[in-house]
């Protein structure tokens, strides 16, 4: 009988493990439910646990709904909950986690937008004309020279004041930028201005290079601008921006033969 009840014990002890109580918070349990009530002296000694120890277990326990308090110090007493309580407990625990758990559910694409696994390119979406103005301010923060395909006549009808300001604050940063653009009569006036705004632009015949969308080059990162769709993206990727600039630099060459072939 005696063997029997203590593999009873065994097992009650795995299982309230298993749900998340510590070995002392089961100890002072037990204690309880077996005294059903007693100052923390009686518990600390029936459940082997010091003094101090218990009053926080019991503290914890009362929290959980497992143990009520009677009286005020020094004749306070702690009261053991019937063990339904306990079930109680495990209810509302359950509760709290699916609520939790539906919580998560709704920032995990917030949060996947920002995730970077590994090597894996960081992507970021910027939608309306706030959104391709913010993609064009990441640029101000480049390091070395960007790169970039544009056509002037898709950028600067939508936001004129802002690019105004754009080319002053990228001269002001010291960046310098080349361009592989249509020749447009927009693009024609900005290559003017090249020497001033700290810029090289190729121009290439319109009717066969029209670019839509702006693509711009700069430390490790490709920002694509859509004018036509609103919508601005950053990728943020060393092996994609080392690619892309590659490509850019058989674009330069062939670029520059067309100046030489037919006065571009």
């Known amino acids: 009988?005696?063997?029997?009840?203590?593999?009873?014990?065994?097992?009650?002890?795995?299982?309230?493990?298993?749900v998340g109580f510590s070995e002392k918070?089961?100890?002072?349990?037990?204690?309880?439910?077996?005294?059903?009530?007693?100052?923390?002296?009686k518990i600390s000694r029936t459940a082997s646990i010091s003094r101090t120890t218990t009053y926080d277990i019991l503290d914890n326990l009362s929290q959980k709904g497992l143990v009520r308090i009677s009286g005020k110090e020094p004749k306070q007493e702690y009261i053991a909950e019937p063990p339904e309580k306990l079930e109680k407990f495990i209810i509302e625990e359950i509760e709290k986690k699916n609520n939790n758990l539906s919580k998560i559910k709704d920032i995990i694409p917030e949060l996947r937008s920002v995730y970077t696994e590994g090597e894996r390119p960081k992507i970021k979406f910027y939608e309306g004309l706030d959104g391709l103005a913010e993609v064009y301010d990441d640029t101000l923060t480049a390091k070395e020279t960007i790169v970039a395909y544009a056509c002037y006549e898709d950028m600067e009808p939508l936001l004129p004041k802002y690019f105004e300001s754009y080319y002053k604050r990228r001269v002001k940063n010291k960046i310098f930028a080349r361009g592989i653009v249509p020749e447009t009569?927009?693009?024609?006036?900005?290559?003017?201005?090249?020497?001033?705004?700290?810029?090289?632009?190729?121009?290439?015949?319109?009717?066969?290079?029209?670019?839509?969308?702006?693509?711009?080059?700069?430390?490790?990162?490709?920002?694509?601008?859509?004018?036509?769709?609103?919508?601005?993206?950053?990728?943020?990727?060393?092996?994609?921006?080392?690619?892309?600039?590659?490509?850019?630099?058989l674009a330069w060459i062939g670029a520059k033969q067309f100046k030489k072939e037919k006065n571009f």
């Open 185 to 249: 009569p927009m693009a024609i006036e900005h290559k003017k201005r090249d020497l001033e705004e700290m810029r090289e632009l190729s121009l290439v015949p319109k009717d066969k290079y029209n670019f839509t969308p702006d693509i711009e080059i700069y430390d490790n990162k490709v920002m694509i601008a859509s004018w036509k769709e609103k919508l601005g993206i950053i990728i943020e990727s060393q092996e994609i921006s080392d690619a892309m600039k590659k490509i850019f630099e």
């Open 25 to 41: 918070e089961i100890a002072v349990y037990v204690a309880l439910l077996s005294l059903g009530k007693g100052i923390v002296t």
């Open 1 to 18: 009988m005696v063997k029997m009840k203590k593999v009873l014990q065994s097992q009650t002890e795995k299982v309230l493990l298993d």
